[in-house]
């Protein structure tokens, strides 16, 4: 590494990953000082805040400059779409993210497809259109259900499994015409539906080299059991030991490798995380979508199991000096259990007062997510996802009775969470 003394890092965002990734560099000896723009009180805490929303491209370039940053870690897929590591290295300054070319591979579901494609990696058959007559007309023999896609970034919320004909076409029509979800659905692509379990990895890419973080899992469902309307996700846990070393072998040969080497071949210098998301079907893993950033609440069970600094990591990615690294990680199981706010992620309170205990045990730790101070400096909700509450034990069940046990002591209002966090890992255990 070329720097020597202690540097300067910046977080940009404002949820449970980029608290989890300031507490990675308050605890890392590479780091002096860390801020936050916008931050969350749970940063605050250890962190200066500064209140620049984290697509202000703008003012947080001058933010680094002001504060004399050394390296920006970029957390949100918005402002890694937006070109805030292009805008950064335009002024010499270090970013851990990829530039708007790599961020496209998030920001367009079409561009993905065609990298995919292009390079052989197993994915689902896909089709994309601007008109609805014509996708409207390829509905007509697809086989049903069918998934649809609004190209854009949507928030998480642009993909619709239609289960029939009407539902399909009805959901082309206000996708394309209707623009549901804006710019981000004038354009549609319209993909095979995969079954199976489905999981994600997390790659650390700078260039062609690349290491792969341990595996975890997310529940994107609000409801125990796995239903209910999409969220985030509510919780998480690692290893995941639905990827075996088998399959790992399997997912790195076919689609790790070929991805990255497939985004290097398209002439885009990728330095950043890729977080692919993965349909273990019975023909094996295929790739249902890439994002460009850290999961969350992924980052904050894969970053609590680190043994090697996150922080070198990032830092060796950004510098193009990644083939260095070797990762360890601990032999804990980490569980995040998410306390939401009653009725996410549809429509819920915010400003009520959160209760949180005065300390937390050895391997525990309470990551700020939509949190706030309000006039009188208590922490309030202000958002669907409010805490992720994380716990490391020597296996999961441990782990899990010991997040649980933290949960049930912090307390606001419209407290809900999903007590079956691991559900499916605790019952193949058994
Ligand atoms: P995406 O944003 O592309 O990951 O899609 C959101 C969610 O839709 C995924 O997490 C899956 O649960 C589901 N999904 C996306 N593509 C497919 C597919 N081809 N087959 C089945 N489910 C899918
Ligand atoms: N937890 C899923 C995501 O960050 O997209």
Same mark, same amino acid.
């Given at each position: 590494?070329?720097?020597?003394?202690?540097?300067?890092?910046?977080?940009?965002?404002?949820?449970?990953?980029?608290?989890?990734?300031?507490?990675?560099?308050?605890?890392?000896?590479?780091?002096?000082?860390?801020?936050?723009?916008?931050?969350?009180?749970?940063?605050?805490?250890?962190s200066?805040?500064?209140?620049?929303?984290?697509?202000?491209?703008?003012?947080?370039?001058?933010?680094?400059?002001?504060?004399?940053?050394?390296?920006?870690?970029?957390?949100?897929?918005?402002?890694?779409?937006?070109?805030?590591?292009?805008?950064?290295?335009?002024?010499?300054?270090?970013?851990?993210?990829?530039?708007?070319?790599?961020?496209?591979?998030?920001g367009?579901?079409?561009?993905?497809?065609?990298?995919?494609?292009?390079?052989?990696?197993?994915?689902?058959?896909?089709?994309?259109?601007?008109?609805s007559?014509?996708?409207?007309?390829?509905?007509?023999?697809?086989?049903?259900?069918?998934?649809?896609?609004a190209?854009?970034?949507?928030?998480?919320?642009?993909?619709?499994?239609?289960?029939?004909?009407?539902?399909?076409?009805?959901t082309?029509?206000?996708?394309?015409?209707?623009?549901?979800?804006?710019?981000?659905s004038?354009?549609?692509?319209?993909?095979?539906?995969?079954?199976g379990?489905?999981?994600?990895?997390?790659?650390?890419?700078?260039?062609?080299?690349?290491?792969?973080?341990?595996?975890?899992?997310?529940?994107?469902?609000?409801?125990?059991?796995?239903? !209910?309307?999409?969220?985030?996700?509510? !919780?998480?846990?690692?290893?995941?030991?639905?990827?075996?070393?088998?399959?790992?072998?399997?997912?790195?040969?076919?689609?790790?490798?070929?991805?990255?080497?497939?985004?290097?071949?398209?002439?885009?210098?990728?330095?950043?995380?890729?977080?692919?998301?993965?349909?273990?079907?019975?023909?094996?893993?295929?790739?249902?979508?890439?994002?460009?950033?850290?999961?969350?609440?992924?980052?904050?069970?894969?970053?609590?199991?680190?043994?090697?600094?996150?922080?070198?990591?990032?830092?060796?990615?950004?510098?193009?000096?990644?083939?260095?690294?070797?990762?360890?990680?601990k032999?804990?199981?980490?569980?995040?259990?998410?306390?939401?706010?009653?009725?996410?992620?549809?429509?819920?309170?915010?400003?009520?007062?959160?209760?949180?205990?005065?300390?937390?045990?050895?391997?525990?730790?309470?990551?700020?997510?939509?949190?706030?101070?309000?006039?009188?400096?208590?922490?309030?909700?202000?958002?669907?996802?409010?805490?992720?509450v994380?716990?490391?034990?020597?296996d999961?069940?441990?782990?899990?009775?010991?997040?649980?046990?933290?949960?049930?002591?912090?307390?606001?209002?419209?407290?809900?969470?999903?007590?079956?966090?691991?559900?499916?890992?605790?019952?193949r255990?058994?």
């Amino acid at each position: 590494m070329s720097e020597n003394s202690p540097l300067t890092a910046l977080i940009v965002g404002s949820g449970g990953r980029e608290h989890a990734l300031a507490d990675a560099c308050v605890k890392s000896p590479l780091i002096g000082r860390t801020i936050a723009a916008p931050g969350n009180p749970g940063i605050a805490a250890d962190s200066e805040c500064f209140p620049i929303a984290a697509d202000d491209i703008p003012g947080l370039v001058s933010l680094a400059e002001q504060q004399s940053v050394d390296f920006v870690i970029v957390g949100p897929e918005v402002p890694l779409t937006l070109g805030l590591v292009d805008a950064l290295q335009k002024k010499g300054m270090l970013a851990y993210g990829p530039k708007a070319d790599g961020a496209r591979l998030e920001g367009s579901k079409n561009f993905t497809k065609e990298v995919l494609l292009k390079y052989n990696i197993p994915t689902g058959a896909a089709a994309s259109f601007t008109e609805s007559a014509a996708a409207i007309e390829y509905l007509q023999t697809a086989s049903m259900p069918i998934v649809l896609k609004a190209d854009g970034l949507a928030a998480g919320k642009g993909v619709v499994i239609a289960q029939d004909l009407d539902e399909a076409t009805k959901t082309i029509t206000d996708m394309i015409d209707g623009a549901a979800f804006g710019d981000a659905s004038k354009e549609v692509l319209i993909e095979e539906c995969l079954f199976g379990e489905e999981t994600s990895i997390h790659v650390i890419v700078s260039g062609k080299d690349y290491v792969i973080l341990p595996t975890s899992q997310d529940h994107k469902q609000a409801y125990e059991g796995d239903v !209910g309307p999409n969220t985030g996700g509510m !919780g998480a846990y690692s290893p995941a030991d639905l990827i075996d070393d088998e399959l790992m072998a399997a997912i790195e040969r076919d689609i790790v490798k070929p991805s990255v080497d497939g985004i290097a071949a398209e002439g885009i210098d990728f330095r950043g995380t890729l977080f692919i998301g993965l349909m273990i079907t019975k023909k094996g893993p295929q790739v249902l979508e890439f994002n460009t950033r850290f999961g969350d609440p992924e980052t904050q069970v894969l970053l609590t199991r680190l043994e090697t600094d996150p922080v070198e990591i990032m830092l060796a990615a950004a510098h193009g000096e990644l083939a260095k690294i070797d990762v360890k990680v601990k032999s804990e199981y980490a569980m995040t259990v998410v306390l939401a706010s009653g009725g996410y992620p549809a429509s819920y309170p915010k400003g009520e007062v959160i209760t949180l205990p005065a300390s937390v045990g050895e391997n525990e730790i309470i990551f700020h997510a939509g949190t706030k101070f309000d006039a009188d400096k208590n922490v309030v909700t202000n958002g669907g996802r409010v805490l992720g509450v994380t716990a490391l034990g020597p296996d999961l069940k441990t782990a899990a009775d010991k997040a649980y046990a933290l949960c049930d002591k912090i307390d606001f209002k419209s407290k809900y969470l999903r007590r079956d966090i691991g559900f499916k890992e605790l019952n193949r255990q058994k």
